[in-house]
């Protein structure tokens, strides 16, 4: 599987941004879609998630702002963020996990700038 993340860049505080992330190869074996985020000298988090099946969760930092959506028909998994803080700011990573649940799989990053 592979993963293209696209739609960082520079957002406004209290504005918004989607990233996309369009997968390629055996999506039909991921059993979960989810975004991260790291910031220089800190773990990499989970932002978001959503399963096959359409569940999803978020971090209690981004629940009411954050919304992460696939569209199958694209293979293509979005998160929209509302309501940007400064503190939004980082390298965001979209990641697929395979059925296998030990096999996962990331894209490039993109970088993303909450700044006034």
């Known amino acids: 599987v592979q ?3 696209s739609g960082g860049g520079l957002g ?9 992330c369009a ?7 991921i059993n979960r879609w989810g975004w991260y985020r790291q910031v ?14 359409g569940s999803t969760d978020y971090a209690d930092s981004v629940k009411g702002r954050f919304t992460i959506s ?7 998994v979005y ?4 309501s940007l803080h400064p503190e939004d700011s980082a390298v965001y990573y ?17 970088q993303v700038t909450v700044s006034s």
Request: with cysteine; hydrophobic share 30%; glycine share 8%.
């Open 3 to 5: 993963l293209q993340a």
């Open 12 to 20: 406004h505080p209290r504005g918004s941004l989607r990233l996309s």
């Open 23 to 29: 997968a390629s190869g055996s999506t039909n074996s």
């Open 40 to 53: 220089p000298g800190k773990q990499r988090e989970l932002v978001a998630s959503i399963t096959k099946y």
């Open 70 to 76: 696939r569209d199958s028909a694209k293979n293509t």
């Open 79 to 82: 998160l929209q963020m509302n």
């Open 94 to 110: 979209c990641n697929a996990q395979h059925r296998d649940l030990f096999t996962a799989y990331w894209g490039q990053g993109t």
